[in-house]
């Protein structure tokens, strides 16, 4: 099977842009999740989605949001970019609704 | 709540010598436990798991780690270490009730020739 997938591997923004991470699980896989990853912070949850709906979010600002397709593959948006917002952008995909997780290997989005 | 613990940041081991990884979790409910492994510039990568059953469980490339509820721990060991082995690892968490996962915050592997 394929791995998780996710696009655009790198990303340049500036300040005050928006932008969209796609992420396409595993196949048959209905769980995804989103994080962030920077130096500082570490790995922080975004949020999860399953059949479609939101089941978890972290603790983030309304500017990130999510959404989960009927194929379930997932996509994140990041409005009114800040300079804090540069990291790297994780998604994971699940076979259970409780299980480990499968991750792809990220977006890079730097902030200008 | 839930929460996890790594100690230790930084661990050095020699090549062929005995990796030892600490984890300490917190959590309610029966946890589910995990190791994963980050290389540079890529996603993480499962190297174990403890959701229920034997509490030693082994993983790839000669990994494992022990369940011990008294402790509240899961150490991750290896017992000769490789320079391929060098990398960032995660322990994390999460309940048996829903995907979201708590993760530490990572122990980077560095293997001395």
């Known amino acids: 099977k394929a791995g998780v997938t996710q696009t655009p591997r790198y990303l340049i923004k500036t300040r005050g842009q928006q932008v969209t991470l796609s992420c396409s699980p595993i196949s048959g896989h209905r769980s995804v999740s989103w994080y962030q990853q920077t130096p500082g912070q570490g790995l922080q949850f975004l949020f999860e989605y399953f059949s479609e709906t939101q089941r978890n979010k972290g603790n983030f600002p309304g500017r990130f949001s999510g959404r989960q397709f009927s194929n379930s593959r997932s996509e994140m948006n990041v409005s009114t970019l800040e300079l804090g917002d540069s990291a790297l952008y994780l998604c994971a995909s699940s076979p259970t609704t409780s299980g480990e997780q499968y991750f792809g290997p990220g977006t890079r989005l730097t902030v200008t | 709540a839930q929460s996890v613990t790594q100690l230790g940041s930084h661990v050095s081991v020699s090549e062929g010598a005995l990796v030892l990884l600490r984890c300490n979790y917190s959590s309610s409910v029966p946890p589910y436990l995990f190791w994963y492994v980050q290389y540079p510039n890529q996603g993480l990568q499962l190297l174990l798991k403890y959701t229920t059953g034997a509490t030693l469980v082994k993983g790839i490339n000669g990994f494992e780690a022990e369940f011990k509820k008294s402790e509240t721990s899961f150490h991750l060991t290896k017992p000769s270490a490789h320079m391929s082995d060098a990398a960032e690892y995660f322990c994390?968490?999460?309940?048996?009730?829903?995907?979201?996962?708590?993760f530490g915050t990572g122990t980077s592997l560095t293997v001395i020739p």
């Open positions: 994390a968490v999460s309940s048996n009730t829903g995907n979201q996962f708590y």
